[in-house]
């Protein structure tokens, strides 16, 4: 519901704060990655101050406590750029667009387009494609959850169904993982402690488990069944506590009247 109140009604509120402090930090990473800005924190921490301001917020001081925020997170991200990450992996792209064509459903029923952007892919030792999607929220999934984040896991279908070809020479990589990187979330005293960012990894599909493949194709199914139908029921959760229409919503105490 929340999906089609925002994208097909349009009746989404207007940018928060929220969404400006995580643009400004993804086009920062977006920048380091792709060469136009150096990983250099004196450089990185000039481009916030320039844009700081044209970000709104409710009070001076919700600004000054969330730009020092923005330099936390800043940090961590360069520390983690500049770090050994696991398998030798390298950047190959940043802000990727892709744009595949999915079959889902039980007999392949559904054919569902998935057009969307990977905030980073690396290759690695095994020439491995590996998604990284920058997190800049309060909170984050839980360990269970990640292992089957309906976000990475699309990600790495995606791959699977060539969407990463064109940053590797035209040939199909496998999946090697995907990883939310947590740069609000410093990471705990055994991973580096909070200079480093939580990273929350999703192992790669297993190519001899097609259940696990084949749920997040059933997930896809599902989820284009709905629109198909038009079956919008809302469907209550942790998502709720950011979602802006509470207030028009059946499912919650607030939206009751609106609907009755
Ligand atoms: S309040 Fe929760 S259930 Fe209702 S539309 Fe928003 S996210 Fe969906």
């Known amino acids: 519901m929340?999906?089609?109140?925002?994208?097909?009604?349009?009746?989404?509120?207007?940018?928060?704060?929220?969404?400006?402090?995580?643009?400004?930090?993804?086009?920062?990473?977006d920048e380091v990655a792709s060469?136009?800005?150096?990983?250099?924190?004196?450089?990185?921490?000039?481009?916030?101050?320039?844009?700081?301001?044209?970000?709104?917020?409710?009070?001076?001081?919700?600004?000054?406590?969330?730009?020092?925020?923005?330099?936390?997170?800043?940090?961590?991200?360069?520390?983690?750029?500049?770090?050994?990450r696991g398998d030798a992996r390298h950047a190959v792209g940043s802000e990727h667009p892709f744009d595949v064509t999915l079959r889902a459903g039980e007999?392949?029923?559904?054919?569902?387009r998935i057009r969307g952007s990977m905030d980073r892919v690396e290759s690695d030792a095994l020439g491995r494609a590996y998604v990284v999607d920058f997190k800049t929220g309060r909170t984050k999934p839980s360990g269970a959850e990640i292992a089957?984040?309906?976000?990475?896991?699309?990600?790495?279908?995606a791959v699977r169904e060539g969407a990463a070809d064109g940053l590797f020479g035209g040939e199909r990589p496998p999946p090697g993982g995907a990883e939310l990187v947590q740069l609000r979330l410093g990471a705990t005293r055994k991973a580096g402690g909070d200079a480093?960012?939580?990273v929350q990894r999703q192992e790669p599909p297993d190519p001899q488990d097609l259940p696990e493949s084949e749920r997040t194709r059933a997930l896809l199914a599902t989820a284009a069944g709905r629109v198909l139908d038009e079956r919008f029921t809302p469907n209550t959760g942790s998502h709720c506590a950011f979602c802006a229409f509470r207030s028009a919503c059946s499912a919650r105490p607030e939206g009751g009247q609106v609907v009755e």
């Open 196 to 198: 480093l960012p939580t």
């Open 107 to 112: 007999t392949g029923e559904y054919a569902v």
């Open 35 to 84: 060469g136009g800005t150096p990983a250099d924190l004196s450089v990185l921490l000039e481009r916030l101050d320039s844009v700081w301001d044209g970000l709104a917020f409710e009070a001076p001081w919700k600004s000054r406590q969330e730009k020092e925020n923005a330099r936390a997170a800043l940090e961590r991200f360069l520390r983690w750029h500049v770090m050994e």
């Open 148 to 157: 089957e984040h309906p976000q990475l896991a699309v990600y790495q279908l």
């Open 2 to 29: 929340q999906w089609f109140l925002g994208r097909e009604v349009h009746a989404d509120a207007p940018a928060s704060s929220a969404q400006g402090f995580g643009n400004v930090l993804h086009v920062l990473a």
